[in-house]
């Protein structure tokens, strides 16, 4: 099949991985009514189709965290993202460089935060979970400063980890240890190019970032377990203080869907802050994204960086957000299918399909810079 867009790379995406991955990369939390709402609110609004006007030059470039960016967006932090191609933290790092766009590293990343700035020459964004061990949050952040890093994502959305059941029944987290071996490793045997790109040549198949708290036997159940472990649900708005003290860089709050929570960030020091549900995969029932997003554009005005993520899947909707307040877009799922699908060459693909919508739905709403786009541009109707 030779993919048009980022629904094929999906097809592809699962057509390579073995079940339990691509499920835990596709799945959301209970019964998924956010991951869908993510999908259909974005499609629900209709842009302005406006005609004649010169649009032979259309510009994508902008300034975020003090750096110049050449299209509007961010790839996501996506934990275990380098299980879907050999070393595919690093292979995305690159492409984001090429691109002249940041590329976050989850703090449960398949490869280290020293791995992907040995592959780069542009500083990665980190993200950061507040694990339970202070001790631990304070060696990241002081190793990510050390590696040139000079903006922190903090996520906050995931203080417990949810439900995920498609996870459950693919045997990535439910049943015995056994059983999940058991389909795990029959899962891999039927999918060889994968098993052999990544399950034999990829190793080592751990969180490189904190590979040495758990030791190099290490598997994936022990990180599962870790994490599970680890998660702090006693964290406040007071660890901020905490954050700021051991973190000289900008630190951008994400997982924020109400506008107080907003306020709050901005209070605590935060320079960004990005609107976000986790892609569907925590809060279930929570507001879509882009409908939370223009209240809070509201509420920070011009005092933070506003992004967005949550469903984007075209540079369309990548204009909507633009249009609703966002200064960029993070892309979760759609770069991990691209990278599952077709390793460095799918991100790069992923990428020049978003560069292109975007291009040409700015053109026929007759736009051709980013200042221009702004919320009389969209027609909403619930
Ligand atoms: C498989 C997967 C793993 C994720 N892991 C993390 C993570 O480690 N840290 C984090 O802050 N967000 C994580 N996210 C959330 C993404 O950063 C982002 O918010 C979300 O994917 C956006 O939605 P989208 O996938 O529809 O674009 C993950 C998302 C997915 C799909």
């Given at each position: 099949m030779i993919a048009a867009n980022i629904d094929d790379y999906r097809l592809l995406a699962q057509r390579r991985l073995p079940k339990f991955l691509f499920e835990y990369i596709d799945g959301g939390a209970f019964d998924e009514v956010t991951l869908r709402a993510n999908r259909r609110d974005l499609q629900k609004l209709r842009v302005k189709q406006r005609i004649?006007?010169?649009?032979?030059e259309i510009k994508l470039n902008s300034q975020l965290f003090h750096r110049d960016i050449s299209l509007p967006l961010v790839l996501a932090p996506v934990g275990?993202?380098?299980?879907?191609?050999?070393?595919g933290e690093c292979l995305a790092a690159q492409v984001a460089e090429e691109k002249g766009i940041p590329f976050c590293l989850s703090t449960?990343?398949?490869?280290?935060m020293e791995e992907v700035q040995q592959a780069t020459s542009t500083d990665f964004w980190y993200q950061l979970y507040v694990a339970r061990d202070r001790g631990l949050v304070k060696e990241l952040l002081q190793r990510s400063e050390n590696l040139g890093c000079k903006t922190l994502i903090l996520t906050v959305d995931m203080q417990v980890p949810s439900a995920r059941y498609r996870d459950v029944r693919s045997g990535l987290?439910?049943?015995s240890m056994l059983r999940r071996q058991f389909a795990r490793i029959t899962q891999s045997m039927i999918k060889p190019a994968w098993a052999w790109d990544?399950?034999?040549?990829?190793?080592?198949?751990?969180l490189g970032n904190i590979a040495h708290i758990l030791?190099?036997?290490?598997g994936i159940d022990d990180y599962w377990q870790w994490m599970k472990d680890n998660f702090?649900?006693?964290?406040?708005?007071?660890?901020l203080d905490f954050i700021r003290e051991n973190w000289s860089g900008d630190i951008i709050v994400k997982g924020i869907l109400e506008a107080d929570d907003a306020r709050s960030a901005l209070a605590a020091g935060a320079s960004g802050l990005v609107v976000s549900n986790h892609g569907g995969r925590?809060?279930?029932?929570?507001?879509s994204a882009i409908r939370a997003l223009p209240a809070i554009a509201d509420a920070v005005g011009d005092d933070m960086a506003v992004l967005m993520d949550g469903g984007v899947r075209t540079g369309l909707d990548v204009v909507r957000a633009l249009c609703l307040g966002a200064k960029a877009v993070l892309l979760g799922r759609a770069w991990v299918y691209g990278l599952a699908a077709r390793k460095q060459q799918g991100v790069r693909e992923v990428l020049n399909i978003f560069e292109n919508e975007i291009k040409v739905t700015m053109a026929l709403m007759g736009c051709?810079?980013?200042?221009?786009?702004?919320?009389?541009l969209l027609i909403i109707d619930d």
């Amino acid at each position: 099949m030779i993919a048009a867009n980022i629904d094929d790379y999906r097809l592809l995406a699962q057509r390579r991985l073995p079940k339990f991955l691509f499920e835990y990369i596709d799945g959301g939390a209970f019964d998924e009514v956010t991951l869908r709402a993510n999908r259909r609110d974005l499609q629900k609004l209709r842009v302005k189709q406006r005609i004649l006007r010169d649009v032979s030059e259309i510009k994508l470039n902008s300034q975020l965290f003090h750096r110049d960016i050449s299209l509007p967006l961010v790839l996501a932090p996506v934990g275990i993202a380098g299980l879907n191609a050999r070393r595919g933290e690093c292979l995305a790092a690159q492409v984001a460089e090429e691109k002249g766009i940041p590329f976050c590293l989850s703090t449960v990343g398949t490869c280290s935060m020293e791995e992907v700035q040995q592959a780069t020459s542009t500083d990665f964004w980190y993200q950061l979970y507040v694990a339970r061990d202070r001790g631990l949050v304070k060696e990241l952040l002081q190793r990510s400063e050390n590696l040139g890093c000079k903006t922190l994502i903090l996520t906050v959305d995931m203080q417990v980890p949810s439900a995920r059941y498609r996870d459950v029944r693919s045997g990535l987290a439910g049943g015995s240890m056994l059983r999940r071996q058991f389909a795990r490793i029959t899962q891999s045997m039927i999918k060889p190019a994968w098993a052999w790109d990544v399950g034999i040549m990829g190793r080592p198949h751990t969180l490189g970032n904190i590979a040495h708290i758990l030791g190099k036997g290490a598997g994936i159940d022990d990180y599962w377990q870790w994490m599970k472990d680890n998660f702090d649900p006693t964290v406040t708005w007071k660890d901020l203080d905490f954050i700021r003290e051991n973190w000289s860089g900008d630190i951008i709050v994400k997982g924020i869907l109400e506008a107080d929570d907003a306020r709050s960030a901005l209070a605590a020091g935060a320079s960004g802050l990005v609107v976000s549900n986790h892609g569907g995969r925590q809060l279930d029932g929570a507001l879509s994204a882009i409908r939370a997003l223009p209240a809070i554009a509201d509420a920070v005005g011009d005092d933070m960086a506003v992004l967005m993520d949550g469903g984007v899947r075209t540079g369309l909707d990548v204009v909507r957000a633009l249009c609703l307040g966002a200064k960029a877009v993070l892309l979760g799922r759609a770069w991990v299918y691209g990278l599952a699908a077709r390793k460095q060459q799918g991100v790069r693909e992923v990428l020049n399909i978003f560069e292109n919508e975007i291009k040409v739905t700015m053109a026929l709403m007759g736009c051709t810079t980013l200042k221009d786009l702004n919320r009389e541009l969209l027609i909403i109707d619930d």
